[in-house]
């Protein structure tokens, strides 16, 4: 019966701190929510500071689809907790229940030995029991009989007394978290009411930007296009520089610490800190609509971020500038090569290293525009392994 019970709360304890697979947890859960969250931040302050008295922008616009993409992250992350806790409460609830059978059992086990043993006290069937011994040795093996079943009878006690601590324990975590799953609910509809705000606010963005739509349209299209020549000329730079890497005669320690580098670069995956402080990406990843104009496609190699006029632009590993370069469509632009890995950063106003400077974490590369044009304060940051192109955003921290 104990072992029934340990099976019990080790199968519950499984099933909590694991989930059903690789189903996330409550508190994984909750840290996507904080991350979503502090994103939220960072667009509002950004939005603050972008936003224009007379003219909406491309970048304003883009904040606010910024906002609700991470407010919808923060919704599928409760609506994900919300069944968690409900199935946890299920589990817990049927380990209440199994606890409370096996415990009604105990008692009537416990209940028929304590009568068994008054019975035989009032009978004095014990002293009997013993004096009937055949011989000394008879006699002794009767009184470890007893002592046996004293404990036996102190064990079941014992065991009744444990069961009830634990069903209470249960009763109150149980307690616990349906109070936890009243108050996500609730949570969950405040954001549920907050994005659909937020929406209202976009359609009526896009609505007030499509008003502009004939003026601004031929502008982002033939900016588009140069950005599209740009990133195949970066393309073709960072190729070329694979293959002069490749070429590059190098000592055994040299070799060693491109080795050891491009380690710890790895290392930091999901760890790298953001190039822009305070930035918010405001363009994705790989191809997808253009955020504000209907009908044109966007690959991109990169993310943008978004940030305030001036900011510094700072290295995310210590490495070695390769290259500074300026693109049309992308200002100008420095490559630093981090062991195997390259990181780019385009669309700087000013530039503050040269190629061949050794970098160190967090040192100044560049700065933002200072444009009165927010739609001008953006980086454009790309990660490379040689020549594989890699999502900045898995790379990244938050």
């Known amino acids: 019966m104990g072992s029934k019970l340990t099976y019990i709360l080790a199968a ?4 909590i701190v694991y989930g059903a697979g690789a189903q996330p947890t409550v508190q994984s859960l909750q840290d996507q929510i904080r991350q979503a969250e502090e994103e939220i931040r960072r667009s509002n302050e950004l939005l603050q500071k972008t936003k224009k008295d007379k003219e909406l922008n491309q970048t304003e616009l883009k904040l606010v689809q910024t906002r609700i993409r991470s407010r919808r992250e923060v919704v599928s992350s409760l609506e994900k907790q919300i069944a968690l806790l409900q199935d946890e409460i299920s589990a817990r609830e049927g380990t209440v229940g ?4 096996e415990l009604e ?12 043993a008054y019975r035989n006290y009032r009978l004095n069937n014990f002293a009997l029991f013993l004096f009937a011994a055949d011989d000394f040795k008879d006699a002794t093996r009767r009184i470890n009989y007893m002592r046996r079943y004293n404990r036996a009878r102190e064990a079941k006690a014992a065991q009744l007394v444990a069961l009830t601590e634990n069903i209470s324990n249960e009763i109150e975590e149980l307690n616990g978290q349906r109070e936890e799953l009243d108050g996500t609910r609730q949570t969950h509809s405040q954001e549920l009411s907050t994005l659909s705000r937020d929406e209202t606010q976009y359609r009526s963005s896009v609505n007030q930007l499509q008003q502009q739509e004939s003026r601004i349209a031929g502008e982002v299209r033939a ?4 950005i599209e020549k740009a990133q195949q000329e970066i393309q073709r730079l960072i190729a070329e520089e694979a293959r002069r890497n ?4 190098r000592t055994e320690a040299e070799d060693r610490y491109i080795t050891e580098l491009s380690g710890r670069f790895d290392e930091n995956r999901g760890k790298l800190p953001y190039p822009v402080r305070g930035g918010v990406i405001t ?4 191809t997808h609509p253009h955020p504000t104009q209907r009908g044109l496609t966007v ?3 990169g993310i943008n971020i978004a940030g305030e006029r001036g900011s510094a632009v700072n290295c995310v590993f210590e490495g070695t500038v390769s290259k500074v370069f300026a693109l049309p469509g992308y200002n100008n632009c420095v490559m630093i090569r981090h062991g195997d ?10 530039v503050s290293v040269r190629a061949g400077d050794n970098i160190s974490l967090n040192q100044r590369v560049g700065g933002l525009a200072d444009s009165g044009n927010p739609d001008d304060v953006y980086l454009h940051f790309e990660i490379w392994k040689e020549t594989t192109n890699l999502n900045p955003e898995q790379w990244l921290g938050r």
């Open 12 to 15: 519950v304890f499984t099933f």
């Open 98 to 101: 199994e606890m409370s059978a």
């Open 105 to 116: 059992q105990l008692k009537d086990e416990y209940a028929a030995m304590v009568r068994e």
């Open 223 to 226: 900016k588009q296009q140069q």
């Open 246 to 249: 490749q070429a590059e005669q």
């Open 283 to 286: 363009d994705r990843y790989g």
């Open 299 to 301: 690959n991109n190699k």
């Open 341 to 350: 890995y390259i990181t780019l950063y385009a669309n700087l106003a000013t």
